[in-house]
């Protein structure tokens, strides 16, 4: 089983809708919890980070912890042809350097 | 300017060469990273450095080589390259502090043929 858990996709809506990305994730250290977004032949950009639970807003973006459950999701308001990317979830433990990373659910917004 | 470059973007090469990636940033950040994605889009960690000393050696064959002269550079060796390491190889940089997030490169996209 893996660390930490998305689903691939794809997911393909229609413009302006409200689109909700999830992961789940086993190890309980996980303390910082992060989303990328990878559009088509990039790197990954970071799109909003989050400190054990809690919500986050930046703008149409809204990131949710909830640790109880180990699950960690991302909103996207208003959605636009442009959101049409890769999105990843990634966690790290405190102290610890690495970034452990979902799979990343491929997204589609059509116009 | 770009914050964190890799060279060559593309690069396909016969089963059994060696081949080199190179990784700059110009963010003063002490901490590098290389990562590799396979077709799944799942990135999995393989090697950091911290002001060139490495800290991190996750379970990469020891065909695969990284090397940092300074804190701005990290590269990544690979010898006898198999098919099974065509991938896309990020380098990443991370600055100090609680939330500061990675800043990755734009990948090496390697085909072994």
């Known amino acids: ?3 930490v858990e998305q689903d691939p996709g794809p997911l393909s809506v229609p413009e302006g809708a409200i689109v909700s990305l999830n992961c789940t994730y086993s190890n309980s250290a996980f303390q910082y919890f992060m ?16 400190y054990s639970s809690g919500n986050k807003e930046d703008g149409r973006f809204t990131a949710q912890v909830d640790k109880s459950s180990k699950y960690i999701s991302l909103f996207i308001r208003d959605s636009q042809p442009s959101d049409s990317a890769t999105y990843l979830c990634a966690m790290k433990i ?18 | 300017d770009t914050a964190v470059s890799q060279t060559p973007k593309y690069l396909v090469t016969q089963m059994g060469n060696d081949k080199s990636i190179k990784c700059e940033q110009n963010l003063g950040h002490d901490t590098m990273y290389w990562y590799k994605q396979d077709s799944k ?13 490495l800290i991190i050696n996750e379970t990469v064959p020891n065909r695969f080589s990284p090397k940092s002269p300074d804190k701005a550079h990290l590269n990544l ?7 099974g390491d065509s991938a896309v190889y990020f ?17 090496t996209r390697l085909t072994v043929v």
């Open chain 2, 77 to 83: 060796h690979i010898n006898s390259l198999e098919l």
């Open chain 1, 1 to 3: 089983q893996k660390e």
């Open chain 2, 91 to 107: 380098c990443a940089s991370r600055g100090e502090g609680f939330g500061y997030g990675y800043t990755f490169g734009s990948g």
């Open chain 1, 94 to 111: 405190q102290g610890a350097q690495k970034l452990v990373f979902g799979q990343g659910t491929r997204l589609t917004i059509n116009p």
């Open chain 2, 41 to 53: 889009k799942f990135l999995k960690i393989m090697f950091s450095y911290n002001n060139k000393e």
């Open chain 1, 35 to 50: 989303w990328y977004r990878q559009y088509s032949r990039k790197g990954p950009e970071l799109l909003m980070y989050t």
